[in-house]
């Protein structure tokens, strides 16, 4: 099921993370409170979805922008 792919990250702030698709292994830039989703360059899955707050993630932190 789509839905169990995310999960909130802990103890982030208001910043730009640099994630990590899980499917092609893409790797590109969002920030932390989003309003719509955020789709993968590559493979058009689905990395990040709003809340209302912080993000939720589909995909891997690899760091800071
Ligand atoms: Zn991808």
């Not at 994630?19 to 969002?30: F, P, R, S």
């Not at 707050?53 to 690899?62: F, S």
Request: proline letters at 3%.
């Amino acid at each position: 099921m789509e839905q169990s792919r995310f999960s909130k990250p802990k103890s982030i702030g208001n910043k730009f993370i640099r994630i990590k698709c899980k499917d092609c292994g893409n790797e590109q830039v969002t920030y932390t409170k989003i309003s719509s989703v955020v789709v993968c360059n590559i493979c058009n899955a689905t990395l990040a979805r709003p809340t209302g707050g912080t993000l939720e993630l589909a995909a891997d932190i690899i760091g800071d922008q």
